[in-house]
Structures are given as C-alpha cells and as structure tokens.
C-alpha cells in the first residue's frame, strides 16, 4: 500500500546463522514466553475471517504467495514461476505466462496451457514451508491426491491418494509424454500408465506435469521430473558484509530442477535452460541447492551529523525546535500512529546529535507516554485507540483501530516497523522502559518478524525467502497473485525489527532481521526504484509488484509523485540503499516531479533527489511549503537527510 550514532554490529556481522523453518506448526507447537505474552492481550477478531481451505492445526498462511489459495471465495491462480498454476476442485492447469509490456502494466498473467482436471469437489492447503506447498484434493471430505507447488520449479507433483484415471490434455500427448501448447512444450512423467493423454494412478502412484524451455533438453527435465520434490528449507548466514542465503529442496532422492529469481544469481549452478518472466530470464539448473549472495546493510538508529559544519548545525537546531514546538502524537491507527511516533523518534535522535538536551527532553517527555499507551497489554479493555489486540483466528496482533485493511492482516510490516523503530530507539538507554513496553512490542516483532514458526505466529509473516521481499496483503483475493507496494515500508520494519532484536538481546531474531532487511533492500532496487523492463513499458520504476504482473500505479493516487514517493518513504536513516545509479535517480526524479516538490510525497522524492544532486536538493527544500511536508517527514528531517548525504 501506504541516540545519537549508529547501532553496534559487532555481534550481527560475526557469521551468526539461523535455519528459517517453514515446517507446518499445530496447535501444541507454542512458545512458552509468546504464550504467556499473548494470554495477556485481550482476544478477539477485529475483521471476520473468511472460511479457510486449510488444514487443520496449520497457522493461517497471511501473506504469503499462495494466499490466494487459502482466503477468497474461490482458490485464485498462484505463481510459483517459473510457471503459474491454477488449481480449483475439478482439477489443475499449469502454463507459462507469457510476458507483455503496455505503458503501465507488465503482464505475465496465469496462461493455462496444460489441463488436468481431478475428480475432487474442494481443496485445501494441507502443508507448507518456505519453498513449497501442498494442496490436498477432497471428494466429499474424503482425500483424492495432493498436488506440491515449489518455488523456482518447472515441475508440478500430484500424487494419487485413490486409484484414479485422468485425462491430460487439452491436446494428445506424444509417445514421449510431451505436447506443445501455446507455444511452449508441456510433458508427464510417471510411474503410472500413460497411454496418449490416459493417465492411470493406483494409490499412492505419482505423475510430474512439467514444461520445457525453448533451450532445455527435453529428455533431461524428463528424467528429473521423476524425482519428486517433497519440501524445502532456507538457511539466512549474516558473514561479515554479506548475506548468504541458501535453498534446500528436499528431494524422493536425486537432483530436480531449480532456478533462482532473476538478477539474484545462484552461484556455481550452471544452466540447463531458462525461461522468460516477469522479472527477467529465470536460469535453471540441475541440483539441490540454491547459494544466494546479497550486501548485508548494516541498521541504522539515527542520521550521521558529525560531517556537519557550524552554521548546519545552526539551521538545523533551528528546525528541530520548530518542529518540537507544534509536535502532535494524535493519530488513534496503527499506520498513522505509528508514522507519528516514528517522525518524533528522527526528531529525538537530531536533537541528541546537536547536543540539544533540553529540546530533547521535551520530545522524550512526549513521545513516551504514547508509546506507553500503544503498549499498555490491557489497553484495549480500556479504550477503543491506541491499543492493541491478539486474534485468535488469524493468529497475530492487529490494532483496535486499524487502517487500510490491517485486519484482514494487510500491510503489517509497514505499520508496526514504525513502532519497532520508536521502541528501539527510546529503549536504548532506558531499561525501566524496554520491560514496561517489551510484553506488547516483544509481539509485534514476533508478528511481522518471528524466528521460527510457533503456534501463535508464523515464521517472518510477510517476507517470502524465495523472492527475498514481502507481500504485503493479508489474504490475496487477486488473480494475479500476492502484491507489495511500499517497498521502502518494508525495508524500513526490517530495521527497527533489527533495532528492537539488538536492544533485547534476541541473536536468532537479530540475525535473522538484518538478512531480511538486506535482502528486502537489494530487491527493492532491482525490482522497483532501478529494475530491468521489457520494451513496451513506458516509465522508469515499477510501483506494485504482483506475482502475475508489475504496475506503474499506486493503490491510493495516480500521481507520479507519489507512485515514486510511495518506494521512498519515509526515507530512513538506512535508505541510503536506494542510492547506485546517479543518472538512473535522476530519470526517476524527472518522471516523478517534473514541476516541482509540492505534490504528494514530493519531500520524499526531494530527499532522493540528493543522492544525485544534493546542493540543489539542499536550495529547493529550505523553501519546500510546509503544507508540502508528509505528516510522517518534518522539516528538520528533510534537512538533516539531505545536508548528510
């Protein structure tokens, strides 16, 4: 959708690992100290949970990419690409989507090519990890088969839990299990009976339906088809400057087929054909594992202002106590609340690094209480704001009162990072304060950032390992498969998620934030401010990325301003990741203020601006409207992240 100095990294950047689980969790599977956090919040469903094609004992799959599976109405396609898949009660089909370029749209749309249609009346996901999901099809309750989704795979495995027959098609398959469709070649492979487009499945027989690049042995993904992939296992490693990622797929024995998203490059894994999508071409390889290599980026608490000279430093305590005096902690949601305590925190951390204690004080002495209040456990026994509840249905925290579809779990991480940040910041150096706030913070980072899955929240809610960014709605009612606008949002949780893990000494949380917030930063880039775009696509950045198209457009404004400023905000003192291309940040800002900076978000474009061109950047915005100013930006922090770049 929508301290002075820097943390110390001497224990994150020591090579510290932790194995990101993706393994079911039932009901039993609790953590003691969660449990006891969240027995202490009031319980309720702030939204009404749909009817769940779900297991049971499975923690409700909030996005993720396959949510669209699980929530809506009707079970929507899903793309695990290179392939897309829909599945629906009477059967499967898979394709490969064929990308196209209009002015604002890229689309790699579900194209079904291959048809399988099942004798089942329902489904249901019945397991999940990190790399994979099952589906199971039901015939009146009773189990038919179960069909495994894995990302980065051209293979789909359904394995019969009945005898049954199924007719492949739409087309006649060769003697060769193979057939050509729309384009592309699409095969079977068994151990059933396969006599033209007959497929004969005893119980517990499987089949593999498969498509074959263009530059692909068609006898090599044959043969690896046959090896059947039954799960999947990511490992985060933060070694010194560098994010190590790898992904094990769990195999019936042998080597599948797997690639990695475009432009992340697994390393020595070389290609045995490729595939086009919509993020690039998508390399394959014969193996196991996938070795992902990503710049760690190091969390930042505050704005350096030690390069400042004297009459900066003098504009900017000017600022500061401007921005002090008409301060305001109102906003009673969860997004704007959370933006409000963020904007004091960055004006905190300058007044502390222009040795303005007074000025300072003032600002704690506000800030604190509100943050206090958000994180009373029994606020909301009390009140109707500023206060949160645990939802025993969709299993995680929501505010009382929520915004932009909080309550159907959207957009969680770009709310509640807002919090994280504040808390890890003002918790620094006030232990008294981190144990009064740490019952209700301690779950908010569990929220969007838990270590491991538990039975009160899942493993990192919103950020898909695979595609190493977040999703960002809740149950994904599309068609084209889960979203994320604000990318910058996202990036910005994983800090103050970072922050916070650091201040309570929580290492496999710790780790695991920086690996997010590294990887969540490199994507960003490669995929919005500064992606690779097919011809036909009329603009400089993608806004909302899906898993079935990328859009230049924003879910609340056609502005350019703000479908530009929405990847920017709130430009937090780790954003300096958006920085690379100079003259590509300068094509960006063209498209996004070609008149001016009092647009929507404009500041914001203005801060990115000085990544380029700061001297100009520095003149505009010492004239910048104050009406033009974002409620969560102030004046002094437009300044202070120019004047340091």
């Not at 953590?31 to 202490?40: K, N, R, S, T, Y």
């Not at 951390?349 to 506000?366: K, N, S, V």
Request: charged share 20%; proline share 7%; glycine share 10%.
């Amino acid at each position: 959708m929508r301290r002075v100095g820097l943390l110390l990294l001497t224990l994150l950047l020591t090579g510290c690992t932790v194995q990101i689980e993706g393994t079911p969790v039932a009901e039993g599977g609790s953590d003691p100290e969660l449990a006891a956090a969240v027995a202490a919040l009031p319980q309720r469903s702030i939204g009404t949970a749909p009817a769940m094609r779900l297991a049971a004992g499975l923690v409700p799959p909030t996005n993720r990419w396959f949510s669209g599976l699980v929530f809506p109405p009707e079970p929507q396609p899903v793309f695990p690409l290179p392939l897309s898949v829909g599945l629906k009660p009477g059967g499967l089909t898979i394709g490969v989507p064929q990308v196209r370029a209009e002015d604002k749209t890229v689309f790699g749309s579900h194209t079904p090519a291959l048809d399988v249609p099942i004798d089942a009346t329902d489904l249901q996901v019945a397991a999940y990890d990190d790399l994979t999901v099952t589906v199971a099809y039901l015939d009146r309750g009773a189990e038919v088969g179960r069909v495994v989704l894995t990302r980065g795979s051209p293979f789909v495995h359904y394995t019969a839990t009945r005898a049954q027959s199924l007719t492949v098609g739409p087309q006649p398959l060769r003697a060769d299990g193979t057939v050509d469709i729309r384009g592309g070649t699409y095969g079977v492979a068994t151990d059933g009976s396969l006599r033209g487009s007959a497929l004969d499945l005893p119980a517990g027989g499987a089949a593999t339906f498969y498509a074959v690049p263009a530059d692909g042995d068609p006898a090599e993904f044959a043969a690896a088809a046959r090896v059947a992939v039954t799960g999947g296992s990511v490992v985060e490693q933060v070694d010194g400057d560098t994010v190590a990622t790898t992904l094990t797929y769990r195999t019936s024995g042998g080597d599948t087929i797997v690639g990695a998203m475009p432009g992340q490059g697994a390393a020595g894994c070389p290609s045995v054909g490729s595939f086009a999508t919509l993020y690039g071409r998508m390399d394959l390889c014969r193996t196991t594992t996938l070795q992902l290599r990503t710049p760690a980026l190091t969390p930042s608490g505050a704005l350096d202002l030690g390069r400042l000279d004297a009459a900066e430093r003098t504009e900017l305590e000017r600022a500061v106590t401007a921005d002090t005096a008409t301060l305001q902690l109102t906003a009673a949601d969860t997004y704007f609340g959370g933006k409000q305590l963020a904007r004091a925190t960055n004006l905190l951390t300058l007044a502390e690094g222009l040795d303005m204690a007074p000025t300072a004080q003032r600002i704690r002495d506000q800030l604190v209480p509100v943050l206090e209040q958000w994180a009373d456990p029994m606020g909301c026994t009390e009140r109707t704001t500023h206060c949160f509840v645990y939802d025993p249905t969709l299993r995680g925290m929501v505010g009382l009162e929520n915004s932009f579809g909080s309550e159907e779990f959207n957009d969680h991480q770009f709310h509640y990072g807002y919090f994280l940040y504040a808390a890890g910041i003002l918790g620094r150096d006030d232990p008294a304060l981190v144990e009064k706030i740490a019952p209700v913070i301690d779950l908010l980072a569990a929220d969007i950032g838990n270590a491991r899955a538990t039975g009160e929240f899942p493993r990192a809610r919103a950020f898909d390992p695979y595609e190493g960014h977040s999703w960002a709605s809740g149950f994904s009612p599309f068609g084209d498969g889960n979203n994320q606008e604000s990318s910058s949002e996202s990036v910005t949780a994983y800090n103050g998620l970072a922050l916070w893990a650091e201040l309570r000494g929580r290492p496999e949380q710790r780790t695991q934030a920086v690996a997010m917030l590294s990887r969540e930063a490199s994507s960003a880039v490669r995929y919005w401010t500064q992606p690779d775009l097919p011809s036909g696509f009329g603009h400089e950045i993608v806004s909302i990325n899906w898993g079935g198209k990328r859009d230049y457009a924003t879910w609340f404004s056609a502005e350019p301003s703000a479908i530009l400023g929405i990847q920017l905000i709130p430009m937090s003192p780790v954003a300096g990741y958006l920085g690379g291309d100079v003259d590509r940040i300068r094509r960006n800002v063209a498209e996004a203020a070609p008149n001016g900076y009092d647009v929507p978000l404009g500041d914001y474009v203005l801060m990115y601006k000085a990544m380029a061109d700061r001297d100009e950047a520095l003149r505009i915005a010492r004239t910048l409207p104050n009406d033009a100013i974002d409620d969560g930006n102030s004046r002094a922090y437009l300044l202070a992240w120019i004047l340091t770049r």
